[in-house]
């Protein structure tokens, strides 16, 4: 069984946690995640060419929240409040918070 197949242990924690804090919350702790391996891969491993595309892919992730806040028609204030939500379960890196325009 694949470890993502649908009915898995791990489909439904994926899920109990995108019903929890939202879809672009979870999105954004996957940039978070993605930055934090490329950093860790430039310091300790300096393997440049994976860290340069786990910065991608976390970029890509950061765009993909952000784009999903916009679409359920949230300003800053909504945005800043399902932040909140997601801030209470982990410790987002300061370039990971939304951008007022």
Not at 29 to 34: C, K, M, R, T
Not at 56 to 69: I, K, N, P
Request: glycine share 6%; hydrophobic share 40%.
């Amino acid at each position: 069984m694949a470890y993502f197949e649908e009915n898995s242990e791990a489909m439904a924690s994926l899920e109990q946690m995108v019903d929890q804090v939202g879809m672009a919350n979870v999105l954004y702790a996957l940039a978070h995640i993605a930055r934090e391996k490329a950093n860790h891969l430039r310091s300790n491993w300096q393997g440049r060419e994976a860290a340069v595309i786990w910065d991608r892919d976390g970029a890509r992730c950061e765009q993909l929240a952000t784009r999903v806040w916009v679409a359920q028609g949230l300003r800053l204030r909504g945005a800043v409040n399902a932040l909140g939500r997601w801030r209470k379960s982990c410790s987002p890196s300061p370039r990971l918070s939304p951008r007022s325009s």
